[in-house]
């Protein structure tokens, strides 16, 4: 019997952008929303950055496909922040097949840790990588999550909005 994923893959052909985080964190699985968290920039920084019109709500994410965007996590059978999650909960493989199989323009990490254990290295820079799966771009952003507003920085996000704008 196969475990449920605590959200769904919004994953389809023909999608612009990526975005893989982690894991779902409690408050989003709780309401069953992407990026539902308190203090979460998500929903305001897609905005900024020109991929979506307006800025949307949380209980919006099965939208975003529309817009070119598709969501995913490396955990997809757990939440909670990333000292939660334990090392076997993470499917590089399945996310790499995912990933090979839909092509997107680009996989967006939201956060290094997330490109950390894809890369499997302790180091990654934030922007554009030299790596891609296929003719799938990477690129490295600094997280949404609250918790990590010390670190934020909205400009890689910017970049990758004007990049998608080139790649048309």
Not at 16 to 24: E, L, N, R, S, Y
Request: with cysteine; charged share 25%; net charge positive.
């Amino acid at each position: 019997m196969g475990v449920n994923m605590i959200l769904d893959d919004r994953i389809f052909e023909k999608l612009k952008v990526v975005f893989c985080g982690t894991a779902v964190g409690n408050r989003s699985a709780k309401l069953g929303a992407y990026y539902a968290g308190r203090g979460n920039k998500f929903w305001d920084v897609i905005h900024w950055a020109g991929l979506t019109p307006r800025r949307m709500q949380p209980q919006q994410f099965k939208d975003l496909p529309e817009y070119g965007i598709g969501l995913t996590d490396l955990a997809k059978h757990c939440s909670g922040v990333d000292s939660q999650i334990g090392r076997d909960d993470f499917d590089v493989k399945a996310f790499r097949k995912k990933i090979e199989r839909y092509k997107p323009r680009v996989v967006a990490f939201n956060g290094k840790a997330a490109a950390k254990i894809f890369f499997g290295r302790s180091v990654v820079e934030y922007g554009l990588q030299t790596k891609a799966i296929g003719e799938t771009a990477i690129f490295v952003l600094p997280s949404t999550s609250g918790a990590a507003r010390r670190y934020w920085n909205e400009a890689y996000w910017i970049e990758l909005g004007k990049f998608l704008k080139r790649c048309r």
